[in-house]
């Protein structure tokens, strides 16, 4: 034994000292960490929110068309036949007209002409006229108030996208359309609100930005998903099931176990290109199917359905399983009555989160072509929702982010919110789902 | 201290409910157990002591088949319940396990009602006829297992609820309830609390007049106080087996009084 002086309890040894500090240290290293997290998710949910709000909103022109009968139906007769045989082209004067008879009510004066009045809104505009004549011919001859969107330009100058010293050599807009726009504003003929169209809406040509909406990906996106739900889920719990319960532990399933886990970690482009060549060229399904899609993301899903099945029927304590073959239960009723039960909400919330995954995976898509431009209606069966070509949501938002018009950038960060809004509610349900049926044993 | 009394000492012979001859049991290299032998009485309580890891417990899942779920375990020799050897092929150890019922270590009760943890095992068996048929065998079996009175009013709660010693009684109605012929216990009170442990204990002294009871313990005092017969096992051989007044009193081999003296152990 040393003899040295005994040591006081109130003071700290040079040894405890550090270990504090290192504690210390390691402690802010760990709070710094987070901070940046933290950080960098608010730079980019507000980055997000602030540039995709807009999409949400859109400027839209109130005038009154006065619907010639001259011009549409010049026989009389409203036979739709005749009536169809008018193109949106000649709808162009009636829309021009308006506003200039809008222009002319309000006692504005301006140098413009009748074609750059027309030019405020969108070239949509007629479209839209034409399709209310052919739906109710009976008010041909009528004047009617309308409400159009007005075009992309006039759109991001209330937006504050377009400023009059940008305009320089833009064709679209002129400063005298921008006083007439700022006139109309306080006029209450030009206002700015909630668009619908945006969240239901099927994507539109580059001339009109401000007809675009994410609807029809939206239904293309919810296709893929019932396939994937429909085939990963039930094939991804059995093949779990069997290797975890029935198959015997030997080298052969240890090799599947270790190529089940690799399979998840392959680049998802690589799912992509093997359905390009399995589902398309090989087995000839139509390209840019959402059935396709659903296809190539259950390949992609299965892996983490499988991985987290198999976590959560470990998890369930093997006394459950001996209590019931204890008392006679075969192996199978063990498994389906007590383990399975048990294990549902972890398996739930794998599918879930392998479903949220899906969801945003864009990368094969591109591979099979599910980028159709589908400016058409929504589909009206199942079976054609699920061969009619079809985009995607996350395929949708690159495609709109790929065009030249900044517009168009708008709705690209508008998608990405839609997208984030059905990701962060998927994963809210996994974590609903989990604490509802989480049991203790 | 009456711990060392025994509870029957007017023992007859009764008749041979399990007979196991030269069992053997590998788990891969390893030789759990050795060339036993035994004849285990019905109505009976036998008792399996001996020191950690000398194969009780494994002799004892061997006698309805429980190491089958274990892919490395590899039984030999004849082990025949009614002279039926239980590991014939053409047994389906679904069967067998319906007639030779196990209560487990830890309580393990499905984390169901306490009705439906009960009414499971008649269930899959398909024992009760209708309803009114199956709350009669639920409520026989928890009267059997000693905890009717205590959960008559509330069977629609989870069993998991329970106190330790009461989810024990409950696995052990929940395994009297297919009506078997033999119970397999494995240290049924090594998780209980003394108080709990007594109830369980008078339990398998009431269980005796029905069923054939084969209990692991860890505790020399429980096998004395409950059994009739007593096996020592000792690194995977039967060392001796006879009356348990015989076994604690007058141990013929000198390894058996060494446990018990706590020499060895």
Same mark, same amino acid.
């Given at each position: 034994m040393s003899d040295t002086s005994k040591t006081s309890l109130l003071a700290l040894s040079p040894r405890t000292k550090q270990r504090n500090a290192a504690e210390k240290r390691f402690r802010a290293y760990g709070v710094a960490a987070i901070a940046i997290g933290l950080l960098m998710l608010t730079v980019l949910v507000t980055n997000i929110f602030s540039r995709g709000t807009g999409a949400f909103q859109q400027t839209f022109v109130t005038v009154n068309v006065e619907l010639l009968e001259s011009k549409l139906d010049k026989k009389g007769n409203r036979d739709l036949e005749d009536i169809k045989k008018v193109t949106t082209f000649g709808y162009n004067p009636l829309i021009r007209d308006s506003v200039v008879a809008k222009v002319e009510e309000l006692g504005i004066q301006t140098d413009l002409k009748a074609k750059d009045l027309g030019g405020i809104l969108s070239k949509g505009a007629v479209g839209q006229l034409r399709e209310f004549v052919i739906a109710n011919p009976d008010k041909i001859g009528e004047t009617i108030e309308f409400r159009f969107l007005a075009q992309s330009r006039v759109d991001g100058y209330l937006k504050g996208r377009v400023h009059r010293e940008s305009i320089g050599n833009d064709k679209s807009i002129s400063a005298e359309q921008l006083d007439l726009v700022d006139q109309l504003v306080d006029a209450g003929v030009i206002v700015k609100s909630f668009n619908m169209d945006f969240i239901t809406g099927a994507d539109a040509s580059d001339q009109r930005p401000e007809a675009a909406g994410i609807g029809v990906a939206m239904l293309g996106s919810l296709s893929m998903m019932f396939v994937v739900l429909g085939l990963a889920l039930p094939i991804g719990v059995a093949a779990s099931i069997y290797l975890e319960e029935f198959a015997p532990k030997n080298r052969l399933t240890d090799i599947i176990e270790v190529n089940i886990s690799n399979l998840a970690a392959v680049p998802s482009i690589v799912f992509g290109i093997l359905g390009l060549a399995?589902?398309?060229?090989?087995?000839?399904?139509?390209?840019?199917?959402p059935l396709v899609g659903g296809l190539v993301l259950t390949l992609m899903t299965l892996p983490t359905i499988i991985i987290s099945t198999r976590a959560a029927l470990k998890a369930v304590p093997p006394s459950i399983r001996d209590a019931a073959l204890g008392v006679g239960a075969s192996k199978m009723q063990a498994v389906f009555h007590h383990v399975l039960p048990l294990a549902a909400p972890g398996i739930l919330t794998g599918t879930i989160i392998g479903l949220a995954q899906a969801l945003g995976e864009t990368a094969p898509l591109l591979l099979i072509g599910m980028v159709g431009f589908i400016a058409s209606n929504a589909p009206e069966t199942l079976a054609d929702g699920l061969l009619a070509p079809n985009s995607a949501m996350p395929a949708q938002i690159y495609e709109w982010a790929k065009r030249a018009d900044p517009a168009f950038y708008e709705r690209a960060w508008g998608g990405i919110i839609i997208l984030l809004v059905f990701l962060v509610t998927m994963n809210t349900l996994a974590v609903i789902l989990r604490r509802r049926f989480e049991r203790r044993w | 201290m009456n711990d060392m009394q025994f509870t029957d000492r007017a023992v007859d012979q009764k008749e041979t409910k399990i007979a196991a001859q030269g069992v053997n049991v590998h788990y891969g290299d390893a030789h759990a157990i050795k060339d036993v032998n035994v004849e285990i009485e019905d109505k009976t309580v036998t008792a399996f002591i001996g020191p950690? %890891?000398? %194969?009780k417990s494994t002799f004892l899942r061997c006698l309805n088949r429980m190491n089958d779920t274990i892919d490395i375990c590899n039984v030999t020799g004849n082990i025949l319940l009614d002279n039926e050897d239980?590991?014939?092929?053409?047994?389906?150890p679904v069967q067998l396990r319906a007639k030779v019922g196990m209560v487990f270590q830890k309580p393990n009760p499905f984390p169901k009602t306490i009705y439906d943890n009960v009414a499971y095992g008649p269930r899959i068996h398909g024992l009760a006829k209708n309803k009114a048929d199956l709350d009669e065998i639920v409520e026989k079996a928890l009267r059997r297992g000693a905890i009717w009175d205590e959960v008559k009013d509330r069977?629609?709660?989870? %069993?998991?609820?329970?106190?330790g010693g009461q989810q024990q009684r409950l696995c052990i109605a929940r395994a009297v309830a297919t009506e078997p012929e033999v119970l397999l216990m494995d240290?049924?009170?090594?998780?209980?609390d003394p108080i709990a442990t007594a109830q369980v204990e008078e339990l398998i002294d009431e269980l005796r007049t029905r069923y054939s009871v084969v209990i692991v313990t860890h505790s020399m005092q429980q096998a004395a106080r409950v059994s009739q017969k007593t096996a020592f096992f000792h690194l995977g051989t039967l060392v001796e087996f006879g009356h348990t007044g015989q076994i604690f009193t007058n141990p013929e081999d000198p390894r058996t009084e060494s446990y018990i003296t706590g020499r060895i152990g």
């Open positions: 399995v589902f398309i060229n090989y087995m000839h399904l139509p390209t840019s199917a | 950690s %890891g000398c %194969g239980i590991y014939d092929k053409r047994v389906d069977l629609d709660k989870p %069993g998991t609820g329970l106190s240290e049924p009170c090594s998780a209980l």
